[in-house]
């Protein structure tokens, strides 16, 4: 919603966010925690709404499924997904958000509290979760990783409308980093046999956080 309906609602104060020209209707507003913004976004590199849901196939059953359903088509998924897929989500909320109008300008704050991740899984690692190692028995993990990165945003804008003709407006963002984790190398494989697993791994994160 954020990148298409509510870009097009001018009049309100959150379009601002998306494109610092808009001026909203009101002359001035002011938000505070609960009340102000809360966006969450999520996406994924290999997958469709159609790959995850589907109606039941079975005579009489008028139900949206998923692939795990039991008359779900678990094969389906996974021939949909890449050698490697990345699912990235995002969550911000807004402590504070202000702005006002001065005759043609309009002045925009912004404060707001972003974590942004992405979770890299390999296919094989969805094949050994739905079927074991009832279809193979090797199977390659590397390049699972997690990066998250939790930071605080300040955004200041400024927005000047030449007589209802048309607007420009710019923004001005300071990033305030507080915590990260980044998977830099990932090498992990499984082979499992009917009476042994062998796993292998080496892992490397970089890990940055406050002072304790």
Known sequence: QVSTTLYHMYGIPQANQLNPAFQPSCNAYLGFPGLSPLSFGTGINSLKYDDI??????????????????????EAFLNALKPVNSLNTGVGTNP??????????????????????????????????????????????????????????????????????????GRVKVLFG????????????????????????NIMLDITGPEL
Do not use: C
């Open 53 to 74: 849901f589907s109606f039941d196939p079975r005579p009489g059953m008028d139900q949206i499924i998923t692939f795990m359903h039991p008359a779900g088509d678990k």
């Open 178 to 201: 507080l915590a990260n984790v980044n998977t830099r190398l990932s090498d992990i494989t499984l082979t499992a046999y009917e009476d042994r697993w062998d796993f292998n791994s």
């Open 96 to 169: 504070l958000s202000m702005g006002w109008r001065d005759k043609q300008f309009y002045y925009t704050i912004d404060f707001t509290i972003k974590i942004e991740n992405d979770i890299r899984f390999t296919k094989d690692f969805m094949e050994f979760v739905l079927n074991g190692n009832r279809n193979q028995e090797r199977f390659n993990f590397s390049e699972t990783g997690l990066d998250v990165s939790y930071f605080h945003e300040l955004a200041l804008g400024v927005s000047y409308d030449f007589e209802d003709q048309f607007q420009v407006g």
